[in-house]
């Protein structure tokens, strides 16, 4: 347990569908990131919150909305995703000037 | 946008071998971080390098920051089986209050005994 929770692990939905992705830390970090690993490629950032604000969205698609009510909590919320969405998303938390960077788990999403 | 290179893309070693793998970039950075993955989990901090020319051990693993801030690599001396897994390299290019880190493409690491 690194101290970023990502819900569900596994995810399995269909293109009409719309689902949503949670992450938590309970690790006093000011910043929540959502990032994308697909196969054979590196980690891609999507978007950053710094104190629950948007700071980065970077070119993401709108079928992928973010949501951080809060310091602690970061959502994706997915609809009417394409299979090439399929991807490990993975959330991570940050203090002040990005040292500490911790990971969450991931998600692995599957797009059928 | 900056892009990292990172090298080989993968090894296959056998237990007690040394190893070591690099990244490189056009841009500067003001942090490189080495992270381990393993299958279905996130990357894991491994080292953390802050300043030009610092060099840091973590067990059998050493690291470098490069003088001109744009490379690092990372060392793991007598490699064992449980070192496999996937090897990131990333910068922090700082000037923020938060990090967007850039990654390496990856090293994917097996071990055999």
């Known amino acids: 347990e690194t101290g970023v929770t990502q819900t569900p692990r596994h995810l399995v939905m269909g293109m009409t569908n719309k689902k949503s992705l949670k992450c938590e830390q309970h690790?006093?970090?000011?910043?929540m990131y959502w990032y994308k690993q697909s196969a054979k490629k590196p980690l891609e950032l999507m978007f950053v919150y710094n104190f629950k604000e948007q700071t980065e969205n970077n070119s993401v698609p709108s079928r992928f909305s973010p949501e951080c009510p809060n310091s602690s909590h970061l959502f994706l919320h997915l609809h009417t995703l394409q299979p090439e969405d399929s991807a490990l998303y993975l959330c991570a938390s940050s203090p002040d000037g990005g040292r500490g960077y911790t990971f969450g788990s991931g998600t692995r999403l599957t797009v059928v | 946008g900056q892009q990292l290179n990172q090298s080989p893309q993968s090894m296959f070693i056998q237990e007690g071998e040394d190893v070591s793998m690099n990244c490189t970039s056009s841009s500067i950075f003001n942090t490189w971080l080495w992270y381990k993955q393993e299958p279905g989990e996130g990357p894991v901090l491994l080292i953390a390098?802050?300043?030009?020319?610092e060099l840091t051990s973590n067990g059998r693993l050493t690291a470098q920051f490069g003088i001109t801030r744009k490379d690092s690599f990372l060392n793991i001396s007598a490699s064992i089986p449980s070192d496999v897994g996937i090897y990131f390299c990333?910068?922090?290019?700082?000037?923020?209050?938060?990090?967007?880190?850039?990654f390496g493409q990856g090293t994917i690491l097996t071990v055999h005994p």
């Open positions: 990333a910068g922090l290019a700082g000037g923020t209050s938060y990090g967007k880190l850039t």
């Open positions: 390098l802050y300043k030009a020319g």
């Open positions: 690790l006093g970090h000011n910043a």
